[in-house]
């Protein structure tokens, strides 16, 4: 089976920073895209930045300029660089990996949710 296991989150001011670390372990042959979300209390989960396995990235307009999403492909890693955090950024942060399974389609897992709280 494919384990996801968040690191990382925690209590912050605003301005601060905080790293995300996210290590997949198991049955792994490779993964795909991986990525981080965010759910706030009461509101939906959102995307906050994906990444390829060749690099490429995307992010949430909320966190362009603020937050950098990097992987270790020799390490099953994602990692998750948030600078200038403020009060609008606490929630629960959950990551991604989507891995090829010997159907041929790839299947996502999740990993359990790290909490993120900056005060103002």
């Known amino acids: 089976q494919v384990q996801l296991v968040e690191s990382g989150g925690g209590l912050v001011q605003a301005g601060g920073s905080l790293r995300l670390s996210c290590a997949a372990s198991?049955?792994?042959?490779?993964?795909?895209?991986m990525g981080w979300y965010r759910q706030a209390s009461g509101k939906q989960r959102e995307l906050v930045a994906v990444?390829?396995?060749?690099?490429?990235?995307n992010y949430a307009d909320s966190v362009k300029g603020r937050f950098t999403i990097s992987r270790d492909n020799a390490k099953n890693t994602v990692y998750l660089q948030m600078d200038s955090l403020n009060p609008e950024d606490t929630a629960v942060y959950y990551c991604?990996?989507?891995?090829?399974?010997?159907?041929?389609?790839?299947?996502?897992?999740w990993g359990q949710g790290t909490q993120v709280t900056v005060s103002s």
């Open positions: 991604n990996a989507d891995i090829p399974q010997p159907t041929g389609y790839s299947r996502r897992y």
């Open positions: 198991g049955s792994i042959f490779s993964i795909n895209g």
């Open positions: 990444i390829t396995r060749s690099g490429s990235t």
